[in-house]
């Protein structure tokens, strides 16, 4: 065999150099796979926001941080008392000028709301407890200061009431909730911009089925406030369907 045909046998510089170069390749594709799989995630399945008012105090408190699940309502139904977040049916929220954000911390407050670790569009949406589905009459208050749905009377033990009031809402309505739309409420009653307070406004004060983004499942933010959001389902319990 001559000097020509011989093996080139890799020093140990090279073999180093090319596993460095096997290493950082990996990591590329693992942090391009995991910022590709959040994103999906994001898009498709759940997502973060925060809490920008106390309307829905004591559940929820200003500045938190909550999961949404959004697969509801597309592929898992709304109930009564889901805690939701949904876009701004017309003109329920104010006009505001954006703050001026240093160019880093936007650019990342940009990447992880990409991977839904951010929520920078918080402030364009809402969030408030269904109370009435399509086809509902939601009305109050009845002489215990309670809403009715459908001539049923519910106790809800998530509102919060003005001292010395019994009643779950300064504003007497009654409304019929028409299809594919929700009547929703704070649970900080008397501080709550709700379907109560927006019925001039363009929707009536219902809120679209298609304006919903999601249901929130989790408070994740502060750590002491760790907990899962329930739906107070027996608060609802003896309430009939709406009939056709």
Request: charged residues 20%; proline residues 7%; aromatic residues 10%.
């Amino acid at each position: 065999m001559t000097d020509t045909q011989q093996t080139h046998v890799p020093s140990a510089m090279e073999r180093r150099r090319k596993s460095v170069g096997i290493f950082l390749r990996d990591v590329v594709v693992i942090f391009l796979a995991a910022i590709l799989i959040s994103f999906l995630i994001k898009i498709f399945l759940v997502r973060s926001f925060y809490i920008p008012s106390e309307s829905m105090m004591d559940t929820l408190h200003e500045n938190d941080r909550i999961i949404v699940n959004q697969l509801t309502p597309d592929l898992m139904p709304l109930q009564r008392g889901d805690v939701v977040v949904f876009k701004d049916p017309g003109q329920w929220l104010h006009p505001r000028v954006p703050e001026p954000q240093n160019p880093v911390l936007a650019a990342f407050d940009w990447l992880f709301s990409v991977v839904g670790l951010s929520a920078p569009d918080s402030n364009d949406h809402l969030i408030k407890r269904v109370i009435g589905l399509p086809g509902d009459v939601v009305a109050c208050c009845n002489e215990f200061g309670q809403v009715t749905i459908n001539g049923v009377p519910i106790d809800e033990p998530y509102v919060v009431l003005l001292a010395g009031s019994d009643r779950v809402s300064e504003a007497d309505f009654e409304v019929t909730v028409p299809e594919d739309s929700l009547w929703v409420l704070g649970d900080n009653r008397y501080a709550s911009a709700d379907s109560r307070f927006n019925t001039d406004k363009p929707g009536n004060g219902f809120v679209p089925y298609d304006n919903v983004v999601g249901r929130a499942i989790l408070i994740t933010w502060p750590i002491d406030r760790w907990t899962w959001l329930d739906n107070h389902e027996f608060t609802f319990r003896g309430v009939e369907p709406a009939k056709e």
